[in-house]
């Protein structure tokens, strides 16, 4: 089993940022990808940004290219989501993921997630 933890939400005003935090723990994989995710309410789950655990390949939805960024330290197994510019649409329960195939965006790839961190972006 792969346990996965998030940290980091909370409320922040549009154009502000927030880093998001999943630990990992666990059985992990020689080749793996982490994946965040959120779910707005009333919204089906969607991708949000991948990164290859081993190689570092990383992968974003067009909505937050250019805002999010997703990076990984493999000495403290965890994985960041730092968000920047952050607009009301943003707002969601953020959910952390991983999959044994790296570089998926859809989240039927992935077989382990954690519990989720709400961040509230205000107008």
């Known amino acids: 089993q792969v346990q996965l933890v998030e940290s980091g939400g909370g409320l922040v005003q549009a154009g502000g940022s927030l880093r998001l935090s999943c630990t990992i723990s666990?059985?992990?994989?020689?080749?793996?990808?982490l994946g965040w995710f959120r779910q707005a309410p009333g919204k089906e789950r969607e991708f949000v940004a991948t990164?290859?655990?081993?190689?570092?390949?990383?992968h974003y939805a067009d909505s937050v290219k250019g805002r999010f960024f997703i990076s990984r330290e493999n000495f403290r197994n965890t994985v960041y989501l730092q968000m920047s510019n952050l607009k009301p649409e943003d707002t969601a329960v953020y959910y952390c993921?991983?999959?044994?195939?790296?570089?998926?965006?859809?989240?039927?790839?992935?077989?382990?997630w954690g519990q989720g961190t709400q961040v509230t972006v205000s107008s």
């Open positions: 993921a991983a999959s044994r195939i790296a570089g998926v965006r859809n989240a039927r790839d992935y077989n382990y």
């Open positions: 990164i290859n655990w081993s190689a570092g390949t990383t």
């Open positions: 666990g059985r992990t994989f020689s080749s793996y990808g």
